[in-house]
């Protein structure tokens, strides 16, 4: 089976039938060799550095209702929740001053943070910290939605398409949400300019390597620059709440195939893999990964935005997030970069904005 991490080592690719066995060995000569290589290809592109992303969390109210998450419509003992605009900045000047050149407004599709709410707080931000990047994930929007979002001033947006085959994209997903438009979505964000953070969950309930091998043919066409991708973690008050989640082992993994497949790629150690494991967002940096995502948001809001069971980070502050993570990157053997952490496409032509 080393056989095959060297021939994808070399090519950048395999044919499905050699992925499939590489998603499906469990030799664990073949998953060291795919971390040393995939660590290779990583201090090639990047170095020892490693991204910061500070995630605030804008609300937990969601229209949606993705059968895996915790925030789903149907879940009526999720506690909802939304930051105004005064404490969305107040985490931007936080995050700021912690070191933060990226900020991410995340949430469930809530109806209040329409363009009309959005846009002036994209530009305030954009005014007041020009040097730093703009992500939103925010889910599902129009074209004329994420076109006003973009000429406000925000740079990239996080969108996973989940699954990739239309078969398991509608197990995870209510009936009038489609895999189609979730593409249309991710081709329409880079048409308007955005870096692309495209995604799934690994070990989703009914997922297959089949599955696997799809998500990694789409993610060829698309060709987004970051790709996001954690275990699946149970919620108790979903419809998935008896499945098992997914294993570190197949996540590491897959990091590495994504590592030697998307050599400039950025690639988080997500907050789902340090929560399978105390140790899972190190193991992450030394499988390829080269982006970590501290929490910004309030303390008072964390534990409401409640996506998966024991989300970790969900008590501290930012600057002791900030710490902590700057911690295990270092004793990982990284180090923090202070920069924008642009892919490295954008950084050479429109980088500093
Ligand atoms: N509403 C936004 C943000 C979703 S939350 C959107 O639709 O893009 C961000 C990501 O968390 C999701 O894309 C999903 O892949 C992940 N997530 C949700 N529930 C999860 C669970 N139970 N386990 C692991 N990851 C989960």
Redesign the pocket.
């Known amino acids: 089976m080393t056989g095959l991490v060297e021939k994808l080592y070399q090519n950048g690719d395999l044919s499905d039938e050699e992925l499939l066995s590489l998603i499906n060995s469990n030799d664990e000569q073949t998953s060291e060799l795919l971390k040393k290589y995939a660590d290779e290809v990583r201090q090639r592109v990047y170095g020892k550095k490693v991204f910061l992303r500070g995630l605030i969390e804008i609300s937990s109210y969601?229209r949606?209702d993705?059968l895996?998450?915790?925030?789903r419509r149907s879940n009526k003992n999720a506690q909802r929740y939304r930051l105004s605009s005064e404490e969305i900045m107040s985490c931007c000047e936080n995050g700021y001053e912690l070191g933060f050149r990226t900020f991410v407004l995340?949430?469930?599709?809530d109806a209040f943070f329409s363009d009309e709410v959005l846009v002036p707080i994209i530009r305030a931000i954009r005014e007041k910290y020009f040097d730093c990047a703009i992500t939103l994930?925010?889910?599902?929007r129009s074209y004329e939605s994420y076109k006003r979002l973009r000429d406000a001033g925000a740079d990239r947006y996080?969108?996973?398409h989940?699954a990739a085959s239309e078969e398991l994209y509608a197990k995870l997903h209510p009936e009038k949400m489609s895999l189609e438009n979730r593409m249309n979505c991710l081709f329409t964000l880079r048409e308007l300019g955005y870096q692309v953070g495209a995604?799934?969950?690994v070990g989703?309930p009914y997922q297959t390597a089949w599955h696997l091998v799809k998500d990694l043919r789409f993610l060829q066409k698309l060709q987004p620059q970051m790709i996001?991708i954690?275990?699946?973690?149970?919620?108790h008050d979903?419809p998935?709440a008896d499945h098992n989640?997914?294993t570190l082992e197949l996540t590491l993994k897959l990091l590495g195939i994504i590592r030697l497949m998307f050599p400039k790629v950025l690639l988080p150690a997500?907050t789902?893999l340090g929560t399978i494991s105390p140790v899972g967002r190190e193991l992450g940096l030394h499988t390829g990964c080269n982006v970590v995502m501290p929490n910004l948001s309030p303390v008072k809001v964390r534990k409401k935005y409640d996506?998966?069971?024991n989300k970790i980070c969900i008590g501290e502050e930012a600057a002791e997030c900030r710490g902590c993570l700057e911690k295990r990157i270092n004793s990982a053997g990284y180090i923090v970069s202070g920069e924008r952490g642009d892919h490295s496409d954008f950084t050479a032509s429109q980088g500093e904005k």
């Open positions: 969601c949606n993705c895996y998450c915790g925030i995340q949430g469930g599709e994930s925010l889910g599902e996080l969108l996973r989940e995604g799934f969950m989703a996001g954690g275990p699946f973690v149970p919620h979903t998935f989640g997914g997500t789902a996506l998966y069971d």
